[in-house]
């Protein structure tokens, strides 16, 4: 009796967590469905070090950014991204890949041209509202392009995208409400607010927070998500408050624990708390401090119902109590609206789509 043909799939995406996670969100399932899995990543990006923990095999090759302003690295990163582009060609021959899935970063455009010219089929993810450039470049080679929001699907052709929200990790949904509450030494009588700065913190949003905390902390327990280096030690000790730069194996159950977020908008962020249905307020990064994705992403989710939106340039004392007990108040109807929402049960949603396009043997 033959050994059975397992289905091959190449991930790939870095530059960014956002570019990795939702890959890694959607390996599970992809092994539930017999696919052996290899990863192609940079050389020495985050990706690399990101995927250490999971037993694929990890294949770096050479990238270069594509950038639209004057950089010396300009005259350079051609030379590697056609570098990349050959690595990504060997891999792609040595692996024999029935699909491939992308999640964006420029990590990616080598892989897609060599699958396109190896006439391996892509699925592509896009994360924001408007495509980044390495994923415009790639999307002509797809076979399928998978978006977040339903704003997306205009600049995207009608034929081959679907609107699939984004692959979230299966840990996130194991959360426990009692154990978050003991992990802060919190009591279960008083609701609890959650703030997510960011991995490397919100000044603005820290600021605006403790501003508030006497008022807060009559009525509320904040758990409060500060960034490397951004504890304020002026506040340790203080009864219903508790500080951590980063949190991950407990998060879970902190977000369990939450009855309203507030956090920034970034696209992988807040459709986690669009799956968990957590009312939420949120504070994108200014058009100074970006291109404006965050902007665009949290007016979304306030058009869809599902969030309250503050501009950073509009943050005021009074204008965050104001929200909170906003949001507080009307939680029912914001978690109603996320429970509404077709942007649910991504993960099963995008393998779906890799089985539809994968060759068939």
Known sequence: MGEEILKRIILTGGGTAGHVTPNIALIPELQKRGYEIHYVGSKDGIEKKLMEEFDIP????????????FDIKNFTDPARILKGYAE???????????????????????????????????VLH?????????????????????????????????????????????????????????FCGFSVGKPVILVIGGSLGSVRVNEAVRDILPQLLEKYQIIH??????????????????????????????????????????????????ALHKPNILIPLSLEASRGDQILNANSFEKQGFSYVIKEEELTSDGLLEAISNVFENRDTYVKAMEESNQHDAVKKVVDIIEEVAIQE
Request: charged fraction near 25%; glycine fraction near 8%; charge should be positive.
């Open 58 to 69: 990890y294949y770096g090759i050479s990238s270069g950014k594509l950038r639209r302003y």
């Open 88 to 122: 990504a060609g060997k891999i792609i021959k040595k692996v024999k890949p029935h699909v491939i899935f992308s999640k964006g970063g420029f990590v990616t455009v080598p892989v897609v041209f060599a699958a396109k010219r190896k006439k391996v089929p892509c």
């Open 126 to 182: 896009e994360s924001d509202i408007s495509p980044g450039l390495a994923n415009r470049l790639c999307i002509p080679s797809a076979a399928a392009v998978c978006a977040n929001f339903p704003e997306t699907l205009a600049h995207l052709p009608e034929e081959k995208s679907y609107l699939t929200g984004s692959p979230i990790r299966k840990e996130l949904f194991s959360g426990n409400r009692l154990k978050g509450l003991d």
């Open 225 to 274: 998500l500060c960034g490397k280096d951004k504890v304020d030690k002026k506040w340790e000790g203080t009864q219903g408050y508790i500080q951590f730069e980063y949190i991950q194996k407990e998060l879970c159950d902190l977000l369990d624990a939450a009855d309203i977020v507030i956090s920034r908008a970034g696209a992988n962020a807040i459709c986690e708390l669009l």
